[in-house]
């Protein structure tokens, strides 16, 4: 089992860039296929990025496409996601999220385990 703990998140201007932090608990992070998602206010979940154990691998969510970039660093035990030229839309809480031996899942009926969320606004 894996205990996921966001940070990072914060108010920004449309434009602006924030970097998002998950930090997992236990001696097996490498094992996990990691992603992120993100829930605005009467939505429903979406997927944001995924990445493999070994992070050679990464999907995107075209909304978020050359603008995010998804990694990990297996030794901290943490994976990131940092966002450039941030848009009012993305808006929302986000989420990163572990599973096993799915790598680059999309669908959160994927993932196992998940944070509580971190709050990004962008102001226009």
């Known amino acids: 089992q894996v205990q996921l703990v966001e940070s990072g998140g914060g108010l920004v201007q449309a434009g602006g860039s924030l970097s998002l932090s998950c930090a997992a608990s236990?001696?097996?992070?490498?094992?996990?296929?990691m992603g992120w998602f993100r829930q605005a206010p009467g939505k429903e979940r979406e997927f944001v990025a995924a990445?493999?154990?070994?992070?050679?691998?990464?999907s995107y969510a075209d909304s978020v496409k050359g603008r995010f970039t998804i990694s990990r660093d297996n030794a901290e035990n943490t994976v990131y996601l940092q966002m450039n030229s941030l848009k009012p839309e993305d808006t929302a809480v986000y989420y990163c999220?572990?599973?096993?031996?799915?790598?680059?899942?999309?669908?959160?009926?994927?993932?196992?385990?998940w944070g509580q969320g971190t709050q990004v606004t962008v102001s226009s």
């Open positions: 999220a572990a599973t096993v031996s799915r790598p680059l899942a999309w669908k959160t009926h994927e993932y196992d385990y």
């Open positions: 990445i493999n154990w070994s992070g050679d691998s990464t």
């Open positions: 236990g001696r097996t992070f490498s094992r996990y296929d």
